[in-house]
């Protein structure tokens, strides 16, 4: 007969093996500098309401693939309405990484 510790040796290098892992991805965020004066030349402002089953640009409803062509360079600024989750605000922030002349704030 086999002792109980190798059954549940083998029972947890089982589940180890069968279980998925998830990678996090890194999303880089960087502060505001305080005290940093404004540009001279101004930048357009877009507003981004997010929900969870609702996106939209300056009052226009667009899909989360159509996101990137509407935006142009300037400030974005993000709000979230209460049932939007992390996830989505990741799903978002990922679509405009790395854009040229884009900022973007999310607003509280």
Do not use: C, Y
Not at 37 to 46: D, I, K, N
Not at 57 to 71: A, R
Not at 98 to 107: F, K, N
């Amino acid at each position: 007969m086999t002792p109980l510790i190798d059954v549940i040796f083998l029972l947890l290098l089982f589940f180890m093996l069968t279980s998925t892992f998830s990678k996090f991805g890194e999303i880089e965020l960087s502060n505001a500098v305080g005290g940093s004066a404004t540009s001279a030349t101004p930048t357009e402002r877009l507003f981004l309401q997010l929900g969870s089953e609702r996106l939209v640009l300056n009052g226009q409803p667009v899909s989360l693939g159509d996101l990137e062509t509407q935006l142009e360079a300037g400030q974005v600024l993000v709000s979230l309405d209460p049932d939007t989750t992390a996830q989505r605000v990741i799903d978002v922030l990922v679509r405009l990484r790395g854009r040229d002349g884009l900022s973007v704030l999310v607003l509280e």
